[in-house]
C-alpha cells in the first residue's frame, strides 16, 4: 500500500454509498450521542478494549501521517482501566482525543454504545479477548464501520467458521479491515518474501520458530473482591475459552510469518506438551509446546514453546531451502533483522542480504490500513487473520488431545468454548467453571481426544 495520500479523499464518496447503514442506525442514534467528521476530513475511532494492546493500537492509530484521526469513545468492563488509559492516551495526543464521561463506557454491552458514537466509515478497534472478536465485528458491520481488530480473531472451528462469514459480509458492504498481524506489514519481511518467491534460497524444505519466556500466562487461584467471570476476562491468556490460551495468543505471530514465507498454511500438526513445577498456577496452558506443522508438499514447520521461568531464552524463527537459509526475526518481533545467507550456516561470510531498514510493524499496519480507507481501495484481513488463528488452533488442539489434526478437522470441529459470549452480562456466571477439587480444567491428552475444555 501506499503511504502518501491525496489531499482529497472517497471519505465521502463512501459515507453516500453507506447511507443506507446510516439511515439503519437512526434509531441508535437517537439514543446515543453520535459524534459527526463534519466535512474536516477526521478520521473518528472508537476504543473498545483499553488493555495494552488496545492502548496501543489507539496510539498507533493516532500516529497515522496520511490524514486526521480522532479517538472518540472507549469502552471496557474494568472501569479503572479505562480511566487509566484514557489517561495515558489524552496526555501523549491532547488535541486528538475528545472522550467525555458520557463516552466512557462500561460492561458488556458497552462495545455497542461505543460504536454508536461512530458514524459509517469511522474505525472500531477491537481489543478485547478474542472470544469477543466475532461478536463484535458482526455489530461493526451493521453500523458500517471500519475495524482494526488484535489477533488471534478466533479460537476454535465454529468461530473461525463464523469469522469467515463475516469477512465474506465486510466484503459485501466495501468495509476495510485490519487484522493485528502486524508482521505481515514489516517492509524488510515483504521484502524477504518476495525474495524467498524469487528463489534466492531455492525451494523451503523446513521453517523453525522459538518463544521461549517466563511463565507470563499463569494464573493462580481467584482473589477476593472479583467475580470469576471478571477474572477469567483479566487473566484471558490463561483460560482456552477467552483467547484459545497462550498457545494461540502468543504464538500464532511466528506461525505466521513462517506460512507468509512458505506461501501456505500448513495441513497437519502433530505435537507433544507438558505441565511442570506449577506451584499455586491452575491455569489451562501447558508449559511446553513441540509442534510439528507440514505443509502441502511436505514441508515441515518445527515451532517450539515454553512458558517457564529460569530456562534458556528465545524468540526467533528461520527458514532453510534447498540452497541457502534466511531469518525471518530475531529477538521479537521488531525489528525483525531479516537475512538471507548461502547455506546453512548463520556465517557472516555466508551472508546474501540484509539486514535491511524496517519501519515500525505496529505503526505500519495503520497507515496501510487508514490509506485503504481514505482511497477506497480493497483491504480486508479478516479471512487472512481467521485462517492463520485457526492453525494455531490446529497446533494447540495437536498437543491438548495428543492426536494428529489437520486443517479441515480443526475448521468443522464442532467444539465451541463460549457459544454464548454474545450474551454475556456483568452477573453472567464465567463459561468455564472450577472443579470440586478448586481448579481448573486442563488438557488431556490421550484421554480428552475431541475437545480442549
Known amino acids: 500500500m501506499s503511504e502518501t495520500t491525496k489531499a482529497s479523499t472517497s471519505r465521502r464518496e463512501f459515507l453516500k454509498s453507506t447511507g443506507r447503514v446510516a439511515a439503519a442506525s437512526a434509531l441508535a442514534a437517537a439514543a446515543v450521542p453520535r459524534v459527526h467528521a463534519a466535512e474536516n476530513n477526521t478520521i473518528q475511532v472508537a476504543l473498545i478494549g483499553c488493555g495494552g494492546r488496545g492502548t496501543g493500537a ?11 484521526t480522532k479517538l472518540v469513545a472507549m469502552a471496557d468492563v474494568f472501569d479503572r482501566r479505562l480511566k487509566t488509559r484514557y489517561e495515558a492516551i489524552s496526555s501523549r495526543f491532547k488535541d486528538q482525543v475528545d472522550v467525555p464521561e458520557e463516552r466512557k463506557f462500561v460492561g458488556f454491552d458497552a ?58 459480509k465486510a466484503d459485501e458492504k466495501n468495509l ?26 531455492g525451494e523451503i524444505i523446513a521453517l523453525r520458530g522459538y518463544r521461549m519466556g517466563g511463565r507470563a500466562a499463569a ?36 506461525i505466521d510469518e513462517c506460512s507468509w514465507m512458505k506461501g501456505a498454511w500448513p495441513v497437519e500438526a502433530q505435537a507433544l506438551g507438558g505441565r511442570h513445577y506449577r506451584g499455586n ?12 506443522y507440514t505443509y502441502p508438499d511436505g514441508a515441515k514447520l518445527f515451532y517450539y514453546g515454553r512458558n517457564m521461568s529460569g530456562c534458556q531464552g528465545g524468540f526467533s524463527s528461520y527458514a532453510h531451502g534447498t540452497k541457502g537459509s534466511a531469518v525471518i526475526s530475531t529477538s521479537g518481533h521488531h525489528p525483525g533483522r531479516v537475512r538471507t545467507y548461502q547455506g546453512q550456516k548463520f556465517d557472516k561470510g555466508n551472508l546474501l542480504w540484509g539486514p535491511p531498514e524496517e519501519p515500525n510493524p505496529y505503526q505500519m499496519e495503520w497507515e496501510d490500513l487508514i490509506d485503504a480507507i481514505r482511497n477506497d481501495t480493497p483491504y480486508n484481513e479478516a479471512k487472512r487473520g481467521a485462517e492463520a488463528s485457526l492453525v494455531s488452533t490446529m497446533g ?17 470441529c464442532e467444539h465451541e468454548f463460549a457459544p454464548e459470549v454474545g450474551k454475556l452480562t456483568m452477573d453472567s456466571p464465567a463459561p468455564l467453571q472450577l472443579l470440586p477439587s478448586g481448579t481448573y480444567p486442563v488438557p488431556m491428552p490421550g484421554i480428552e481426544t475431541t475437545r480442549e475444555y
Not at 489507539?58 to 486526521?68: D, I, K
Not at 505481515?184 to 524467498?196: D, V
Open 396 to 412: 494447540r488442539m495437536a498437543a491438548h488431545t495428543g492426536q494428529v489434526v489437520t486443517f479441515e478437522q480443526a475448521l468443522r
Open 111 to 168: 462495545y455497542q454504545k461505543a460504536m454508536d458514537c461512530l458514524s459509517p466509515g469511522d474505525v472500531a478497534i477491537f481489543a478485547t479477548p478474542p472470544a469477543f472478536r466475532w461478536v463484535h465485528f458482526a455489530y461493526a458491520i451493521e453500523k458500517g464501520l471500519h475495524v482494526f481488530m488484535e489477533k488471534p480473531v478466533t479460537v476454535d472451528g465454529p468461530t473461525t467458521r463464523r469469522m469467515i462469514e463475516l469477512a465474506a
Open 176 to 201: 476495510k479491515v485490519g487484522v493485528g498481524l502486524m508482521v505481515r506489514h514489516c517492509r524488510g519481511r515483504r521484502e524477504l518474501a518476495q525474495r524467498i518467491q524469487d528463489g534466492e534460497i
Open 281 to 292: 498456577a491452575i491455569d489451562q496452558n501447558l508449559d511446553t509446546y513441540s509442534v510439528e
Open 58 to 68: 489507539a496510539m498507533n492509530a493516532l500516529s497515522v501521517q496520511n490524514g486526521p
Open 219 to 254: 494464573a493462580g487461584p481467584k482473589p477476593d473482591g472479583i467475580s470469576e467471570l471478571l477474572y477469567q476476562v483479566q487473566r484471558f491468556h490463561s483460560f482456552l475459552w477467552a483467547s484459545g490460551g497462550m498457545y494461540s495468543d502468543y504464538y500464532i505471530h511466528q
